[in-house]
T-cell receptor, first 115, second 113 residues
């Protein structure tokens, strides 16, 4: 399978714990995106990388959220001191483009449940 | 504020009938327009996009969409619905190359046999 892969697919944690999600994009893609999706809503943009550089981060994103893409390949999204409001599906997407007009390729998502 | 509206939370269509899922947007300039589909417990899949050119664009699984600049709409259509088309459909707009995608809230499409 050469698509976008995310791990873990499901994570249940207690409030206050830290969690980390991993995303492996399509290998030749230079752009990587993280989104959050809650039931009945469209995806909410979190952050975006071009190669290893984090170029944009949502102003609505709490400081408890951090993302890295150290070698311009896989990326991790860490949530510190989780809260029940963090429960959502975390989606990763990638693309290869120079003009920013192309489509995104999404992974299956990582579902987080905070108890 | 820039926004995307999908006015119908749910659309019900009988199998074999034509379907339309509506999308309107409020953004400045000449945006790039996209449709994605999400099956239960799955990620989003790209269906089609409009960048420039012919107002009718064709995409995956027999879907097409019509761009109407005067009405700022980008409705998704299919001539003959299949039960397997039942899913959640999202319209997304990129105002220009410097902006992230703005997403609609989604429309649940139910195709009944």
């Amino acid at each position: 399978d050469t698509g976008v892969s995310q791990d873990p697919r499901h994570k249940i944690t207690k409030r206050g714990q830290n969690v980390t999600f991993r995303c492996d994009p399509i290998s030749e893609h230079n752009r990587l995106y993280w989104y959050r999706q809650t039931l009945g809503q469209g995806p909410e943009f979190l952050t975006y990388f071009q190669n290893e550089a984090q170029l944009e981060k949502s102003r609505l994103l709490s400081d408890r959220f951090s993302a890295e893409r150290p070698k311009g390949s896989f990326s991790t999204l860490e949530i510190q001191r989780t809260e029940q409001g963090d429960s959502a599906m975390y989606l990763c997407a990638s693309s290869f483009e120079k003009t920013n007009t192309g489509e995104l390729f999404f992974g299956e998502g990582s579902r987080l449940t905070v108890l | 504020a820039q926004s995307v509206a999908q006015p119908e939370d749910q659309v019900n269509v009988a199998e074999g009938n034509p379907l339309t899922v509506k999308c309107t947007y409020s953004v400045s300039g000449n945006p790039y327009l996209f449709w994605y589909v999400q099956y239960p417990n799955r990620g989003l899949q790209f269906l089609l996009k409009y960048i420039t050119g012919d107002n009718l664009v064709k995409g995956s699984y027999g879907f097409e969409a019509e761009f109407n600049k005067s009405q700022t709409s980008f409705h998704l259509k299919k001539p003959s619905a299949l039960v397997s088309d039942s899913a959640l459909y999202f319209c997304a707009v990129r105002p220009d190359s410097n902006y992230q995608l703005i997403w609609g809230a989604g429309t649940k499409l139910i195709i009944k046999p």
